[in-house]
């Protein structure tokens, strides 16, 4: 019965110069009729054990080695009476064993409290007193600087062991079992060496019992690994029961004991069990282990499960295979893991967007033989994710560079970050501008004609010099508008870029220049236009003056002395504006027979009565439409080949790209090499290794970093070392039609492109025998011929 009242217990060390070791657990209430008490060790020679006796509260005993033993390694004291049989169930090498004189320690160790001396001559070792009650079986343990009960571990660490008091009427039986085969391989670590069983589980309860396990693992008397852990069981659990790696091959001994447990374990006799395991070396044993790779298919939808097999033509071994799932340029998609079996796997990839390539990626990594041959050990699957192409369109402003003080200047130019996905719609022009509530800037236009695709552009945006300072410092609106989408971002504009304003050398702040300047505001110019577009102007009138005022404005589109707009005051506007009044005209320009190229557009206000009309002249570029859209196409390779007929170690492969512009290079990748190399006019070359059976080539369009293009080329070397070319895959075009209705997409034909192609011996046979047939009936016809004509001469 554990006592509740007054506890006390405190030890007192005298250190020795020739001794050095500790009290770290007693066991005064045992339930097999053996006490001990453990101490612990540091630097101990034999002559430390000279003369020692050990005394408690009544009696004096003598202490002694209880058998000739080897204390070289040494870690733990235990001290027994003479009949004890404790060193008999504790197989342990590092415990050196001190029996008393006589059947107790002492006069026998008191239950409720006892006094604890240990002297070497004259001189104490140590002293120790404790006042407590403990439940028979457990025992006083030092844990953490603290004594406490404790369940019982002797000559084994206590520093990690948890006294859980159990319940009584909780009845259950854990039992332990070395979950390990009678032989295991050299250099294999082993997971899981325990298995724990709670044999009156009950289906669909929950008992989380917790159990705590000690065990240690031996060879010949050699200590190579103890330890302690702490696992929940509800019915059975392998899982962190103890790991250990055999480096070393022979017998081995392990073993393992519940200590303690949540539960009150009402069968004792299945909670320790040890286990004799033979580890042998198979590293030199000659093998060679091929690994295959399996899917049940090639080209799967978006958000569709892929299940694949990593296969072994030999599993006699133990292994060890890692898989992973990477993109064509090898940033991983799925992450490396590594599978001890062959059993299926599976992944489900998630793509946002067009079609996509993968590759999902096998390597054996480890095979407990020596493997002769490791050129099979590593495979490769190319699958195909038909994506979704999102149909609308999207804009994100990402940044607006403004410099260190995060403002811009009136007349400065910002520049605007833009992502901008362009989904399928008939517009193609993108439009930027800064304003609060009237704009401030001039509009730049973008414009994007490829659909279902994702453009990171920077785009300039001219904002107005402010010279007659109608605009004021403050927060303005950066607005990104068109392809039926639109998002803006504020910015800050403070301050006036003084260089682009003018200043009159009249000292009147009224003067005509500065009233020009004041009165008259062309607003949101546009300085590119289609040759069939119309041009629209608009400009602001301020009457700042305290009368009325009349004006007359116009436009039109000149180069050199002809107008192409018509006649030159034909869109000609009247109006009048009282004083402090002001108002925006909008003049359209219908074009007449405009080429391409650069023009100029004239405004022309008469105020009042006054002989010399205000002008505002701009430049304005005039494109064909069908050309624009050609010049901002993206670069594509129009087709991939090669003209060698014949196998050869290196070959040369041919590449066409529509659209070229400077600044683009291809890079080619295959299983044997790696090129890069510049575009040039349009065409790309590539000498090429190449090896008997399947080369597979990869082509990528680049322009700096950023991917415009990819194709493939599969040549195959056959037995005649003919070349048979099959076509590529155009990955990212949107148009891959599923037509045999299985989910994949047929491939065949030549390689692609309007080149000459090579085909085998065989192929070219066959492809003679309907020409040599009609040879052959013409030469018959004309022997018959020739024999009925000389039958008739006869």
């Not at 039992?175 to 009678?182: I, S």
């Not at 155009?730 to 148009?735: G, K, R, S, T």
Request: proline share 2%; with cysteine; charged share 25%.
């Amino acid at each position: 019965m554990v006592n509740k009242g007054y506890f006390l217990s405190f030890l007192i060390i005298i250190p020795l110069t020739y001794a050095s070791f500790s009290l770290s657990e007693i066991m005064y209430n045992p339930d097999d009729n053996n006490e001990w008490i453990e101490l612990e060790l540091f630097n101990i020679t034999p002559q430390d054990f000279f003369d020692l006796t050990i005394t408690d509260n009544y009696y004096q005993d003598q202490l002694d080695f209880c058998f000739p033993q080897d204390i070289t390694n040494a870690a733990w004291i235990l001290i027994v009476d003479q009949d004890s049989t404790l060193y008999g169930s504790v197989d342990m090498p590092n415990i050196v064993w001190l029996c008393v004189d006589d059947n107790s320690i002492g006069n026998g160790l008191g239950n409720e409290g006892d006094t604890i001396n240990i002297s070497s001559g004259r001189d104490n070792i140590l002293f120790f007193e404790y006042n407590q009650s403990t439940k028979k079986g457990n025992s006083l343990a030092l844990i953490n600087d603290s004594w406490i009960e404790a369940a019982a571990t002797p000559g084994k660490k206590n520093q990690e062991v948890i006294n859980i008091l159990n319940n009584e009427e909780d009845h259950k039986d854990i039992e332990l079992k070395v979950w390990l085969d009678e032989f295991l391989i050299i250099g294999v670590e082993q997971n899981g060496i325990f298995k724990l069983t709670n044999t009156e589980h009950v289906s669909g309860q929950q008992d989380a019992i917790s159990v705590y396990v000690y065990y240690n693992i031996t060879n010949i008397n050699k200590l190579y690994k103890e330890d302690l852990f702490n696992i929940s069981v509800n019915y059975y659990t392998t899982s962190n029961t103890g790991s250990f790696l055999f480096n070393e091959s022979g017998n081995y001994t392990v073993c393992g004991e519940i200590i303690s447990s949540s539960a009150n374990d009402t069968n004792l006799n299945n909670n320790k069990e040890c286990k004799n395991i033979t580890v042998v070396d198979t590293l030199g044993i000659s093998c060679d282990i091929s690994l295959f790779l399996e899917t049940e298919k090639l080209i799967y939808n978006e958000g569709e499960k892929i299940s694949f097999y990593n296969i072994l033509n030999n599993e006699t071994f133990p292994y060890s295979i890692e898989y992973w799932v990477t993109d064509l340029f090898d940033y991983i998609v799925k992450e490396k893991y590594i599978t001890k079996n062959t059993n299926k796997k599976s992944f489900t990839p998630s793509i946002n967007g067009p079609d996509q390539v993968l590759i999902l990626r096998s390597n054996l990594t480890f095979v407990a033989c020596n493997d002769t041959n490791k050129e099979d050990n590593y495979q490769e699957k190319i699958l195909v994710i038909k994506g979704f192409k999102q149909s609308g369109s999207e804009i994100d402003i990402e940044e607006i560079y403004l410099g260190e003080d995060n403002k811009a200047k009136f007349g400065e130019t910002i520049r605007v970050k833009v992502r901008i996905y362009k989904g399928n719609t008939t517009k193609n022009s993108v439009r930027a501008w800064v304003e609060k509530d009237t704009k401030v800037s001039y509009v730049t236009y973008y414009n994007l004609y490829t659909d279902f695709m994702e453009y990171v552009i920077t785009i300039p945006i001219l904002i107005k010099p402010n010279c007659n300072e109608n605009y004021e410092d403050g927060k303005y609106k950066v607005i990104i508008e068109g392809l039926e989408e639109s998002d803006w971002e504020y910015m800050r504009i403070e301050g006036i870029t003084s260089s682009l304003c003018k200043k009159s050398t009249k000292p009147a702040s009224t003067s005509e220049q500065e009233k020009s300047i004041e009165e008259f505001e062309l607003m949101d110019f546009v300085d590119t236009y289609g040759v069939d577009e119309v041009v629209k102007l608009k400009i602001n009138i301020n009457n700042e003056d305290s009368k009325k005022h009349d004006y007359s404005i116009w436009s039109y589109v000149y180069r050199g002395p002809k107008c192409y707009s018509g006649e030159r005051e034909q869109n000609k506007v009247s109006i009048s504006l009282k004083s402090g009044e002001n108002k925006i005209i909008e003049l359209c320009n219908t074009l007449l027979n405009v080429s391409p190229g650069e023009y100029s557009v004239k405004i022309k206000i008469l105020k009042d009565d006054q002989k010399t009309e205000k002008e505002i002249t701009r430049l304005v570029t005039f494109t064909d439409v069908h050309q624009q859209s050609q010049s901002n196409k993206l670069p594509r390779i129009r087709n991939f080949y090669t003209r060698s007929k014949k196998y050869s170690p290196e070959i040369n492969l041919y590449a066409s790209v529509d659209n070229y512009r400077e600044g683009l290079r291809a890079v080619i990748d295959s299983y044997l090499e790696t090129k890069q190399t510049n575009v040039t006019e349009n065409n790309v070359k590539f000498s090429a290794k190449i090896a008997p059976g399947k080369n597979l080539f990869f082509l990528k369009l680049l322009e700096g970093e950023n991917l415009l293009d990819v194709e493939e080329l599969i040549i195959y070397m056959n037995d005649s070392e003919s070349m048979i070319i099959e076509d590529n895959i155009e990955y990212q075009q949107p148009n891959m039609q599923d037509t045999a209705g299985n989910g994949q997409i047929q491939i065949s034909g030549a390689a692609v492109g309007n080149e000459i192609l090579f085909v085998s011996s065989s192929q070219k046979a066959k492809a003679l025998i309907l020409p040599l047939i009609c040879i052959l009936f013409i030469l018959v016809t004309i022997a018959l011929l020739k024999l009925k004509f000389q039958s008739k001469i006869i």
